[in-house]
């Protein structure tokens, strides 16, 4: 009889610790493509103006690193804003302006930006053309 207790214990440990490991997330990659993520929005940090924010990955659970591609439009920004986390971002195409700390400098394709933790920034295109970044950074615990 204890045999046979012991052994449905065992069973059902077993059963719930399979059971966790199906709800975590477990996939080995995930592919995304722009048209699953694209979403029309305003700038961010009060930017304004017309923006198309892809959120890559953001339902993914357990991951640190968020990873975003934005195409601001003429007119928009990514209002000017402390920065709480380093940030990178990394300028695919068209030409901008970005203020830094009170400094404002032209950016390209081919940029990289580091924004360190305590910095404040903020990103626009120029009006005659549309600015496309990628912006990668580590997201913070809520």
């Given at each position: 009889?204890?045999?046979?207790?012991?052994?449905?214990?065992?069973?059902?440990?077993?059963?719930?610790?399979?059971?966790?490991?199906?709800?975590?997330?477990?996939?080995?990659?995930?592919?995304?493509?722009?048209?699953?993520?694209?979403?029309?929005?305003?700038?961010?940090?009060?930017?304004?103006?017309?923006?198309?924010?892809?959120?890559?990955?953001?339902?993914?659970?357990?991951?640190?690193?968020?990873?975003?591609?934005?195409?601001?439009?003429?007119?928009?920004?990514?209002?000017?804003?402390?920065?709480?986390?380093?940030?990178?971002?990394?300028?695919?195409?068209?030409?901008?302006?970005?203020?830094?700390?009170?400094k404002t400098f032209p950016v390209k394709?081919?940029?990289?930006?580091?924004?360190?933790?305590?910095?404040?920034?903020?990103?626009?295109?120029n009006a005659d053309n549309d600015l496309?970044?990628?912006?990668?950074?580590?997201?913070?615990?809520?």
């Open positions: 009889m204890k045999i046979k207790t012991f052994l449905t214990a065992i069973f059902v440990l077993l059963i719930t610790n399979a059971v966790k490991s199906q709800t975590s997330d477990t996939a080995k990659y995930i592919i995304q493509n722009d048209v699953e993520v694209a979403k029309k929005e305003p700038g961010t940090h009060k930017g304004g103006g017309e923006t198309i924010g892809y959120n890559f990955f953001g339902d993914s659970r357990n991951l640190k690193t968020a990873f975003r591609k934005r195409i601001l439009k003429p007119g928009s920004s990514i209002g000017y804003h402390l920065q709480k986390e380093d940030e990178i971002y990394y300028v695919i195409s068209g030409n901008g302006m970005m203020q830094m700390n009170g394709p081919g940029d990289a930006i580091l924004t360190r933790s305590g910095s404040s920034h903020g990103i626009k295109p496309t970044i990628l912006i990668v950074y580590e997201k913070m615990n809520k």
